[in-house]
């Protein structure tokens, strides 16, 4: 838990990963295009402090993640978003094994979520079942950018999608991540378009849609979608360094979100390892929206508080410490 001016705030990181992009494991010169973009954001929005030498960056294991999230960084608990870009790599550029026994070992203090690919349609369903009751998932995370065979991507909208959210539906998977943000080396930007978002959420009001990167750069597509859908959540994963590099765009980005979802459903993320949470929680704690951008309000210590670890622990059921809660409203 992170504590500054006598305030509590209760972590959860709802976007780390755990790779291993090292040059055995990628297939082809693809795994080495998007790990390099990958290393890309995290130099370029990181402060010099926290850049990382570009080999600990290909694979840092169990040990280390860790230490960055719970040890240092403040974190009460994170949840893996895994991508699997099984085209590029080898064994997956997510670590599903290693991942999981983590999970297991901390079972306190990390959620597993894995994935599906609904161009796999029969057998990726029969996978889905059995992944479900593997890994008691609550989440999955959808990356509709990635290679499969012929095809660079998919749509939520498309009818194996579908059938694979109402097979989410029956296993109790209610928390679909969706990589809806920046593109990455290879994969193809128009596949990572925000606008299949909507209609998915009208047709299955009863799941979560939580928008990772918040549609940037299409951040205004994805705000009139999400002030419709009151299942469409914000995920702050790549928004969020951007408080360090370009600090009036993160005001934008927050101020925009604040104003047409509320902030009831915006979600912090470091995007781990991209980025490290320990400095970001710090900034976020003490940010502030310049003076002259005054069409947004600033944000008050209950709104940061439910952004960096409420929401997230009450979409997951996480139990949040008595100091770690808001304060119940009075009763009239």
């Known amino acids: 838990m992170y504590r500054k001016d006598g305030e509590n705030y209760f972590i959860v990181d709802a976007h780390v990963a755990l790779w291993d992009a090292r040059p055995d494991n990628q297939r082809n010169i693809h795994g080495k295009q998007f790990i390099d973009c990958f290393y890309d954001y995290h130099r370029n929005l990181s402060p010099e402090s926290e850049v990382w030498p570009y080999e600990e960056f290909l694979y840092y294991g169990g040990e280390r993640l860790m230490k960055d999230l719970f040890v240092d960084g403040y974190v009460d608990h994170a949840i893996f978003q895994p991508a ?92 679909i991540h969706i990589h809806k943000g920046p593109t990455i080396r290879p994969l193809d930007r128009d596949a990572f378009d925000v606008a299949d978002v909507d209609k998915a959420a009208t047709d299955f009001t009863d799941l979560n849609f939580v928008v990772e990167h918040c549609g940037l750069p299409r951040l205004e597509d994805f705000c009139w979608i999400a002030t419709q859908e009151p299942n469409v959540h914000a995920g702050l994963a790549v928004a969020i360094p951007f408080i360090h590099s370009r600090p009036r765009y993160f005001a934008q980005i927050i101020g925009e979100l604040i104003y047409w979802l509320g902030e009831d459903r915006i979600q912090f993320s470091s995007d781990y390892a991209l980025w490290t949470p320990k400095w970001l929680v710090e900034r976020f704690v003490d940010f502030r929206i310049p003076a002259d951008m005054d069409e947004y309000p600033q944000l008050t210590v209950a709104q940061k508080k439910k952004i960096l670890g409420l929401n997230a622990a009450a979409m997951y059921g996480i139990d949040v410490p008595a100091e770690g809660r808001l304060p119940a409203p009075a009763v009239v």
């Open 84 to 175: 699997r870009l099984g085209a590029f790599y080898g064994t997956g550029f997510g670590q599903t094994e290693e991942a999981f026994a983590l999970t297991r070992k901390h079972p306190g203090k990390l959620t597993y979520n894995h994935c599906f690919d609904p161009r796999l349609e029969e057998a990726g369903l029969k996978q889905l079942r059995e992944d479900a009751a593997r890994f008691g998932l609550k989440g999955v995370k959808l990356y509709t950018a990635e290679w499969q065979g012929d095809s660079r991507g998919y749509r939520l909208d498309d009818p194996w999608t579908y059938r694979y959210l109402e097979a989410c539906r029956e296993l109790g998977i209610r928390n």
